[in-house]
T-cell receptor
Framework: DAKTTQPTSMDCAEGRAANLPCNHSTISGNEYVYWYRQIHSQGPQYIIHGLKNNETNEMASLIITEDRKSSTLILPHATLRDTAVYYCIVRFTNFGNEKLTFGTGTRLTIIP | DTGVSQNPRHKITKRGQNVTFRCDPISEHNRLYWYRQTLGQGPEFLTYFQNEAQLEKSRLLSDRFSAERPKGSFSTLEIQRTEQGDSAMYLC?????????????FGEGSRLTVL
């Protein structure tokens, strides 16, 4: 799986949009970009994933650059409960490759 | 609550003792995964099952570690002759092989402290 690079930590004011970047310059054509988050003392939680097109769900939006070498996770109106470690992961296909390779992620702190 | 249950949530043991963790996945999920997470690091893949078959094991899973899923439902992870380096959070996750998102549902983990 391609490696990812994320900032170690970020702060965001409550109510503002949180934009979390991820670089994955060695991503291959059939690798998906996944985002998970981990709130303190809990297991990781799936947020969103995408291949080429931008994606949106009830939790977040995922913007993938045209060359697919980077992406941004957007939490549109951050709340205190969004304080967590956010992991950007790339993996081959939806199926078959079962191993999610987590990095160290970005520690996002939402400030009141 | 994702529906994946892990027990015990916390375990403190002395070096050299054996410990066993149990994971009850979401009932209709045929794939079950074990991960290990140490402080400040992301989770690391250990092994996964499809039904009762163990299909992949990480090199992290030394001979002292054994995982089973005898009836394709719950799973156990046993660590024999524990070492201080085994102190970590052990996470279980599950999913259905038929799901089109590849999303894993994680439990809250079992935290092991080896003294």
């Amino acid at each position: 799986d391609a490696k990812t690079t994320q900032p170690t930590s970020m702060d965001c004011a409550e109510g503002r949009a949180a934009n979390l970047p991820c670089n994955h310059s060695t991503i291959s054509g059939n690798e998906y970009v996944y985002w998970y988050r981990q709130i303190h003392s809990q297991g990781p939680q799936y947020i969103i994933h995408g291949l080429k097109n931008n994606e949106t769900n009830e939790m977040a939006s995922l913007i993938i650059t045209e060359d697919r070498k980077s992406s941004t996770l957007i939490l549109p109106h951050a709340t205190l409960r969004d304080t967590a470690v956010y992991y950007c992961i790339v993996r081959f296909t939806n199926f078959g490759n079962e191993k999610l390779t987590f990095g160290t992620g970005t520690r996002l702190t939402i400030i009141p | 609550d994702t529906g994946v249950s892990q027990n015990p949530r916390h375990k403190i043991t002395k070096r050299g003792q054996n410990v066993t963790f149990r994971c009850d996945p979401i009932s209709e999920h045929n794939r079950l995964y074990w991960y290990r997470q140490t402080l400040g690091q992301g989770p690391e893949f250990l092994t996964y099952f499809q039904n009762e078959a163990q299909l992949e094991k990480s090199r992290l899973l030394s001979d002292r570690f054994s995982a089973e899923r005898p009836k394709g439902s719950f799973s156990t992870l046993e660590i024999q002759r524990t070492e201080q380096g085994d102190s970590a959070m052990y996470l279980c996750a599950s999913r259905s092989s038929g799901a089109n998102t590849g999303e894993l549902f994680f439990g809250e983990g079992s935290r092991l402290t080896v003294l």
